[in-house]
């Protein structure tokens, strides 16, 4: 099997795996020692990389980092163990790369060597600290050693929500001892006997991911950053100053609604649907601002919502079953398919005050609203209208700018939660580079989206989300009039969990 090992541009580099494929050699397996002491003195992981080939093995005991893992057939894990863990570029020159590969201790997890090997495994993922006991096997021609694991303990997990959640499962299984666990994760053992006793899933999942915040910093960081690039987020700050997050949560009422309940631990459980109840109750607030408006009396048409990039409809359609007759909501989607998929669940679930449409929303400036209720039918589906609030959640890259775009030309309030800051960087809104929509050096801009799609170091990506956003709101609240505020839902739902609220305010 091959394995992959994250780089200092946080993508995933190819790593080639052992001489063996299958199972490493029986014959080093017969110098293994049958039991080890847990109080082996530890020793620096350079003295054991510093021994002489010998057909003799000793018990020694260390600790370090992962820094590479590769699996393979029968549960069987190569390491390589670090000091100090430091991200690999591709771009490193090949001395610098040997250099780095002379400095690992290759740490071997064999189940006939050690019983928990799968366990371990699957929990000690690049990121990890981890003591190791073993026997120190040192007859490779090159003379590099390798230890074979005896006796395993996790120090700290890696920040990997996915092993997060393994970890407490394995602890709810009673595979793994609390008390490693909860160290490892830097819980209390309250905490994790509350985990214990509970068989909650869902609630399992965003603890696992609130947790994978808590154990980032910058040194699990999986990107070697330019200081100039850090200092991008540094001169931003009076943004972040001028327009704080506001951090919320989901009202009771709607997050114990069983008309939006699920499967316990399943994706809508733990994710899509406390994101949609959120945008619900935010979204609710600006219609409800609409409708107490003098413009919108009891006899006027619906309050007229864009969703753009919605197509498959999750958000469309919980809104319009949600709200009611007080709103229409019109989705925009250049996806066919998804446009289709959105159609079919909107009938499947009677929806009469939504309709769907499909086009390029960065060049559509015409959007088919459908006409009021009082007018006489025309036999049209729809026809052209003002739009009152425009929504989108998770809009990728550009596609947020151009949302905000839709609500500029149309006046409208809006409601828009960003992500995947680097993508779709070639959408303009309506034929105007975002830089210039937003009023915001290239450069800059640039440099703000690549910290924001940093894995392992939570705190600079939230920052750069954080100032983004900023840019965003002070654009449209210089420029175009409006008043914007900075709301969060929990990060326990999604890290890309800011969104703008924008109201248009009077004669700007």
Known sequence: REEFEITSNGRSKRNVGPSFSQSPPSIILDKCITTISTTVANTPIANLLEQQPSLTTRTVGTMGWVQNRRRFADNVTV????????????????????????????TILHPQALATAEMYGNMLTVGSRVWIAGALIVNDPSGSPSL????????????????????????????????????????????????????DLTARQWLANELSAKLQSA????????????????????????????????????????????????????????????????????????????????NSSPVQILDIGG????????????????????????????IQNGIKKAKRLGLPNINYQVGDASKETFIAIPPPRSAPSTGLESSKGPVDIVVALHACGHLSDVALGHAVQNGADFCICPCCFSSNSHLQVFDQDVTDFLDIDPGDWSALKQVAEVQGDSALAQSAIHTICAIRAKALEKRHGYTVE????????????????????PHG
């Open 79 to 106: 390491l390589q163990i670090v000091e100090k863990m430091a991200p690999i570029g591709a771009e490193e020159e090949e001395e610098q790369s040997l250099a780095a590969a002379a400095s690992r201790l290759e």
């Open 148 to 199: 074979w694991a005896q006796e395993v303990r996790l120090l700290q997990a890696s920040w990997r929500p996915i092993t997060i959640r393994y970890i407490l499962d394995q602890v709810v299984e009673q595979h793994l001892a609390p008390e490693e666990a909860s160290e490892a994760l830097l819980m209390s053992q309250d905490e994790m006997d509350n985990v214990v006793e509970s068989n």
């Open 219 to 298: 040194e699990s960081r999986a990107a070697n950053l330019a200081p100039e690039v850090l200092q991008v987020v540094d001169r931003y700050a009076s943004f972040r100053r001028e327009f704080p997050l506001r951090h919320t949560q989901i009202p009771d009422d709607l997050l114990n609604d069983p008309a939006h309940s699920g499967s316990s631990g399943s994706k809508w459980q733990r994710q899509k649907r406390p994101q949609l109840l959120w945008m619900i109750h935010q979204i609710t607030k600006l219609v409800n601002r609409r409708v107490s408006n003098e413009n919108h009396s009891s």
């Open 311 to 338: 197509g498959k409809g999750s958000l469309a359609n919980s809104l319009a079953r949600q709200v009611g007759s007080q709103i229409h909501v019109h989705v925009l989607d250049i996806a066919a398919g998804a």
């Open 486 to 505: 900075l709301k969060s839902f929990p990060i326990q739902y999604s890290t890309r969990n800011i969104c703008l609220i924008g109201r248009k305010t």
